[in-house]
């Protein structure tokens, strides 16, 4: 389709995270015009965060310059439990947002039909729409980030429960007796192997050193020019690459505690796939590759005979694909 030609009309998919919201404004076909994204200012509130997206969505529409007429809608994943109206998110941890009615606020702000959905799920559309999981029948979706969002389908369809809330697989206890979570329980999945996670255990590694009488020298202090603050999983990766034996440590951790997840996941689901996605499914050799060879060492092997595990190949873009998706589908002009 051309893009100027008069039937081609044009969609915004949005993924809302909590350190990001990411932007893609695409034809009806699918085809990304322009990508951006801003930060999430999660202190603000709700009302600010929603703001910033609708000036977003006001920006990109004047540079893409095809006039809001011409706009079908507008797309958002949440990370959080939506309404099984999908109007509100009830509860997003990580935005600290309780009852937000996001439908109703955006669409009154950017003047466009909004539609929401859980963002993990989103993601998992977007992969069956136009990712790795094109064509699978029985797949999971794992996003690996700032925590860990989950998108099951099962023979062709969203699992979605009888409130709106399955997959929530980053909340799967792993330890009882584990840290606090922001969903109020603990010991979950993703106080375990997200990215804070990784964090988090170096830090508390390196406070427990500090402490010691004959102390391990680090070179993480090096890496992030004296201020922890600026500590980061790049980071660590790289100081366990140069044999750091803190962050050796601790990305060892990180490892099996991804790989338990997915395995009680294969338990459960045998699925035919796990697409991983997410700011950590980009650590290949650090940390997905030996998540993999742990899977497939310790999972059923009955399993893993038609099993594989991929990174995403939508990258950051799976969410607000899926959330693409959402709207065509929607609006019954979906192109598979
Ligand atoms: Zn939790």
Redesign the pocket.
């Given at each position: 389709m051309n893009e100027n030609a008069p039937g081609a009309r044009y969609v915004i998919g949005i993924d809302l995270g909590g350190t990001f919201v990411k932007f893609v404004y695409a034809r009806s076909d699918g085809e990304i015009l322009m990508a951006d994204k801003i930060p999430t200012r999660v202190s603000h509130g709700p009302d600010a965060v929603l703001s910033d997206i609708a000036k977003k969505i006001d920006e990109l529409i004047d540079r893409n310059g095809h006039g809001r007429q011409n706009i079908i809608g507008c797309g958002i994943g949440c990370p959080g439990t939506v309404d099984a109206d999908f109007r509100k998110v009830i509860f997003a941890?990580n935005l600290k947002w309780n009852d937000v009615d996001v439908k109703s606020k955006l669409e009154e702000l950017a003047g466009l039909s909004v539609y929401i959905d859980n963002d993990a799920n989103l993601a998992a559309l977007g992969e069956y729409w136009r990712g790795a999981g094109r064509g699978v029948r029985d797949f999971i979706c794992v996003t690996l980030g700032t925590g860990i969002g989950g998108g099951i389908v099962v023979n062709g369809k969203l699992l979605r429960g009888v409130n709106n809330n399955a997959a929530e697989v980053?909340?799967m206890t792993i330890d009882f007796n584990g840290a606090q979570?922001?969903?109020s329980?603990y010991g979950?999945w993703?106080?375990y192997a997200s990215a804070p996670a990784l964090v988090a255990r170096v830090l508390n590694f390196l406070s427990i050193n500090k402490n010691q009488r004959s102390k391990i020298p680090s070179i993480i202090f090096e890496l992030c020019s004296n201020d922890l603050s600026k500590l980061n999983c790049e980071l660590i990766f790289e100081a366990a690459r140069r044999g750091d034996p803190m962050a050796k440590s601790a990305v060892n951790q990180q490892i099996e505690f991804t790989a338990i997840g997915l395995i009680n996941l294969i338990y459960i689901f045998n699925p035919n796939k796990i697409i991983l996605s997410g700011g950590l499914s980009a650590a290949g050799e650090d940390l997905i590759k030996p998540v993999i060879d742990t899977v497939f060492k310790k999972a059923p092997k009955v399993s893993l005979r038609d099993f594989e595990i991929k990174v995403s190949n939508l990258g950051n873009d799976a969410g607000s694909m899926g959330a693409i998706f959402l709207v065509l589908n929607e609006k019954n002009i979906l192109e598979m």
């Open positions: 941890p980053g909340h979570c922001g969903c329980n979950c993703e106080k």
